[in-house]
């Protein structure tokens, strides 16, 4: 399946529709969920037109990798959550409860997260 570049985080990534931005680099966008689960949800995204971890880890170069693993790891720290601890998670297509289909690395955190998940 091909990039669908009307989905909402390639329209927030061309300035189309707003977004409380925390962080930005030449290859990695990061700001608040619009739906905040936890008392930190920052969505943290690759510039680049990857619709999944799979397609980015397949498809992404070098550069963009480090980019995104880097700046997952420095926002959490700006947004002092790396001391107390930190989960980041990414949901990949139809099995992985997936909604938008442009990568996105979810960083929750501001309070206890409890235990990993639960199957539907
Ligand atoms: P997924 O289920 O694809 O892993 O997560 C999609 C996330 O995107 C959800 O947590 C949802 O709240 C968030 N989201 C959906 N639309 C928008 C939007 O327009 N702006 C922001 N900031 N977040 C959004």
Same mark, same amino acid.
């Given at each position: 399946?091909?990039?669908?570049?009307? +989905? #909402?985080?390639?329209? !927030? @990534?061309?300035?189309? !529709?707003?977004?409380?931005? %925390?962080?930005? /680099? /030449?290859? =990695?966008?990061?700001?608040? /969920? !619009? +739906?905040?689960? =936890?008392? *930190?949800? %920052?969505?943290?995204?690759? &510039?680049?037109?990857?619709?999944?971890? /799979?397609?980015?880890? =397949? +498809?992404?170069?070098?550069?963009?990798? $480090?980019? @995104? !693993?880097? $700046? %997952?790891? &420095? #926002?959490?720290?700006?947004?002092?959550?790396?001391?107390?601890?930190?989960? *980041? @998670?990414?949901? #990949?297509?139809?099995?992985?409860?997936?909604? %938008?289909?442009?990568?996105? #690395?979810?960083?929750?955190?501001?309070? &206890?997260?409890?235990?990993?998940? &639960?199957?539907?």
């Amino acid at each position: 399946m091909a990039y669908d570049p009307n +989905n #909402i985080f390639a329209k !927030i @990534l061309r300035g189309e !529709i707003p977004c409380s931005m %925390v962080y930005e /680099d /030449d290859h =990695t966008l990061a700001f608040h /969920d !619009i +739906n905040p689960q =936890t008392a *930190v949800h %920052v969505l943290v995204i690759p &510039k680049g037109p990857y619709q999944s971890w /799979d397609d980015f880890s =397949t +498809n992404a170069n070098d550069v963009e990798i $480090a980019a @995104l !693993i880097r $700046a %997952v790891g &420095k #926002i959490a720290r700006e947004l002092g959550v790396a001391e107390e601890g930190y989960r *980041v @998670l990414s949901n #990949i297509g139809e099995f992985g409860g997936q909604e %938008v289909p442009h990568l996105h #690395i979810h960083l929750f955190g501001g309070q &206890k997260l409890g235990r990993m998940i &639960k199957p539907a």
